[in-house]
């Protein structure tokens, strides 16, 4: 039989209805997972036994006694360590919020709890979500499950790689350039970052206010959905939350995707992508077209100019909201002999190079004389995006490109580098640019059997349009590789 | 373009306390990037306003109804230093 720890969250949900598992035992083989995989992985930063086991003994009484929450009943689930989970230190990886214990549940968490999950623990990110590897987390890297000389991607890189190994059924991962896809990509699991203001931000540990946005992390593009299903909605907690209807996307799955106009962004499909990487998105596309879906290339030239935007918008917004961080409230703080020096002395020991760098390239953004040369600019040219988009949304119902230039990186190979970090994210910033949903799905793995990402974007509000292609793709390309770490005990 | 920073003023302005030598290598780094970032100074944004929301939505406000909030003992314990339901830090102005 199957590894419980191996099941979609579909076929888990099938089997504890049925009476064959209970939730305690879908935490059990979450656990027996992470006790063989975090040795190598580093996925987690911090594991919740206690309340994940009486979460689960929760659900599982709830069940008997004929209480269904729905699809995420007894599921055991991760959270990327920037959400704040009452009672369970959180940290965003970085020094600091050393020790900090929230005093409330981010809105995601709540909604989880009431949709009958079992938040098993808090996974490794970059420091604030500020990075493509989970290299500048204060608290170590994470590793990628399909060769642990090289990043898992980031900055959700814990989140997808739990994910990958079965370590958790699925997690939530946050995106502000890209930050759910690009892991999920190079750890070959679907991540999906919903439109902005679907999902509240409330409890999010704040990077850039007006790109970042939570979204699911599943082994199936289904799970995703179910996930996805769990955390959206209208949240008065967050002002930019969007109090329109949700769009339904479970139901959309399978509706195929014969007569689909899908355009395929030129820009991005073609240089600096390595040839492996366009090889499965090539292949891919044949495999739409056959099934048939109307490809098409389209051009939008303003997404050259994307990341220079993004990298003035996001340190702007990053270094306005990372000011709260200032020994007063929170983590510890380096005593000095007046405000400003405590102050001071406790950033300086407190945030890691990445975020010191990103701050000091915010304030000069908004400091007099910048601000409208670069952030105003900057905001204006992202309005050159969302016209672009939404222009090309006339002609098509989903753009697609590959999710990642590259496969995953040697660790290290980018950690001096910032603008060749930068480009990891080059296919993925546009939509936070733009807003609107996108989604990554696994279509193969290269000469190194490393991951190859396809993704997936559609105009705003056209979330389920994604998954319908997304469900597609997964259906057409039908990768089912799993990386070594996960499978190992099957020949133990 | 070309860019110049003041460095230090702007570590200031950011209340991170920097050495010489940090200042130096932060200075090169960012003066790379902005160069970079500085490419989109030269699309023409003239007339075009700026997008914060992708959505346009502007100003979400929630019913101005009274509900819980977060207790004020556990949210001091988290605090480095308090006193009498204070947040309590070190003198604004040197003796």
Redesign the interface.
């Known amino acids: 039989m199957t590894d419980p720890a191996d099941l979609t969250i579909a076929d888990a949900g099938a089997r504890l209805r049925a009476g064959e598992l209970s939730a305690v035992d879908l935490l059990d083989a979450v656990r027996r997972r992470a006790s063989m995989t975090e040795a190598i992985l580093h996925a987690y930063l911090t594991i919740d036994h206690a309340g994940a086991s009486k979460a689960a003994a929760e659900a599982d009484a709830a069940l008997a006694g004929g209480e269904d929450r729905g699809p995420l009943h007894g599921i055991p689930v991760a959270l990327k360590d920037n959400m704040v989970t009452r009672g369970v230190e959180t940290t965003a990886s970085s020094r600091i919020l050393a020790g ?5 549940d981010a809105t995601v968490v709540q909604r989880l709890r009431a949709a009958g999950a079992v938040i098993y623990g808090k996974t490794n990110l970059d420091e604030f979500a500020m990075g493509s590897s989970t290299e500048n987390s204060a608290y170590g890297t994470s590793r990628n499950p399909w060769d642990p000389d090289r990043v898992p991607g980031g900055s959700s890189g814990g989140s997808a790689a739990a994910v990958a190994v079965g370590s958790a059924f699925g997690a939530l991962g946050s995106d502000t350039g890209g930050s759910i896809r690009q892991p999920a990509a190079l750890c070959g699991v679907v991540g999906m970052k919903p ?3 679907l999902v509240s931000r409330y409890g999010l540990i704040a990077f850039a206010s ?1 790109l970042d946005q939570i979204g699911p992390i599943g082994r199936t593009v289904e799970d995703a959905a179910m996930l996805f299903e769990a955390i959206t909605g209208y949240d ?8 329109g209807p949700v769009p339904a996307v479970r139901a959309a799955l399978d509706r195929g995707i014969a007569g689909l106009r899908i355009g395929v962004l030129s820009e991005l499909a073609s240089e600096g992508v390595e040839p492996s990487v366009i090889a499965a998105f090539r292949d891919t596309l044949d495999r739409l077209g056959a099934a048939g879906a109307i490809i098409e290339e389209v051009s939008l030239p ?1 997404t050259r ?1 994307a990341l ?2 993004y ?2 918008i996001a340190p702007a917004e990053c ?1 306005a909201n990372l ?1 709260r961080f ?8 380096i ?11 406790t ?2 020991d407190g ?1 890691g190079p990445e975020v ?2 990103r ?3 915010g ?3 908004l ?1 007099a004389g910048y601000y409208d ?2 952030y ?9 995006v ?1 016209r672009e988009f939404a222009a090309a949304y006339e002609r098509f119902d989903a753009l697609v490109t590959p999710t990642s230039p590259t496969t995953a990186f040697p660790v290290g190979a980018r950690a001096d580098d ?2 060749a970090m930068y480009l990891s994210d080059v296919c993925t910033i546009p939509s936070n ?4 949903p996108a989604i990554s799905v696994p279509v193969g793995l290269d000469e190194s059997g490393l991951p190859i990402g396809f993704q997936v974007l559609g105009p ?2 056209g979330d389920d349009t994604v998954f319908r292609v997304a469900r597609a793709v997964e259906s057409l390309v039908g990768f089912e590789a799993r990386p070594a770490l996960a499978t190992s005990e099957g020949a133990a | 373009m070309p860019v110049e ?1 003041d ?1 230090a003023r ?9 050495t010489d030598e940090e200042l130096e290598h ?1 200075g090169a ?2 003066t ?3 160069e ?6 030269a ?1 023409p ?1 003239e007339g ?8 346009g ?1 502007v ?5 101005d109804e009274p509900g819980t909030t ?2 004020r003992d ?2 001091l314990a ?4 308090h006193e009498d339901g204070y ?1 309590r ?6 003796e």
């Open positions: 900090w214990v929230p005093p409330y439109t902005y203001g007006s008065p907690f967050d002002t930019t939350s969007s109090p303003t100019h220079s935007a990298y003035l270094s000011a200032d020994g007063v409230r929170y983590g510890p703080r005593d000095g002999p007046n405000v400003e020096q405590m102050m001071a002395a950033r300086r945030f010191t760098r701050i000091l390239l304030t000069y953004a400091s040369a670069f105003g600019q900057a905001q204006r040219v992202r309005t050159l969302v910032p603008l640019l733009s807003g609107d705003a509000l | 920073i460095i702007v570590a200031r302005l950011a209340r991170i306390a920097l932060y780094q960012l790379g990037i902005l970079h970032a500085s490419t989109v100074q699309l944004t075009v306003e700026p997008t914060a929301h992708p959505l939505l100003n979400g406000w929630r019913d977060l207790d556990e949210v988290a605090a480095p230093d947040f830090v070190p003198p604004f102005l040197d």
